[in-house]
């Protein structure tokens, strides 16, 4: 029993030895990359069991309704799914009222004469609808700015050096009004 307890007292201790000395020739890309897979394995056995637990459950109560239906027990039946309809009437509500507000928000972007025909569409229909519109519309006309003149360029698109002396005073006083800068 002690020559046991010696010979494992040695070996952990070469392991030890062993571990520090290979710590500078340790691969730690290997190393990374199969925790990764390990990882990967264990991820993808834990969702077989999930879906395993949940089919089993679901064919569970399935046989349990098919018991009962055999049974002629269609009271507690009863009492079980109006229960379950119960629990998911609050839902449905919500989700009515949303799709609701979301179906008026897009009818009352489109134009009057598209609403009627449009009512009874799917909401991700209307949605796409209206993107598409938003999308189409033309920009806006430019706003007012106080102080600044119009771009009256019409055409002169002369050589400075060909300009009289007019048509460079003009150009020079345009010039300066994009600029922003107000002439004495």
């Known amino acids: 029993m002690e020559t046991e307890v010696t010979t494992t007292d040695q070996a952990t201790e070469q392991t030890l030895q062993q ?32 879906t395993k637990v949940t089919e089993f459950t679901t064919a569970q109560e399935t046989n349990k309704v098919k018991q009962m239906k055999e049974q002629e027990q269609f009271q507690e039946l009863s009492e079980e799914l109006q ?58 006309s ?5 102080g600044l003149s119009r771009n009256t360029d019409l055409g002169n698109n002369k050589p400075y050096a060909q300009m009289n002396y007019d048509e460079k005073k003009a150009h020079h006083a345009r010039v300066l009004s994009e600029q922003g800068i107000t002439q004495i």
Do not use: F, G, M
């Open 19 to 50: 571990e520090s000395q290979s710590d500078s020739n340790v691969d730690y890309k290997a190393l990374y990359l199969d925790e990764v897979n390990n990882s990967k394995k264990l991820r993808k056995r834990s969702q077989d069991a999930e």
């Open 83 to 140: 229960k379950k309809l119960d629990s998911t009437l609050p839902y449905r509500e919500k989700w009515e009222a949303h799709e609701a507000t979301q179906r008026e928000k897009y009818l009352s972007k489109l134009p009057k004469a598209d609403r009627e025909r449009l009512a009874n569409e799917k909401l991700d229909t209307l949605e796409y609808i209206v993107s598409l519109q938003d999308k189409a519309e033309p920009q806006s």
């Open 142 to 146: 430019p706003k007012h700015a106080p």
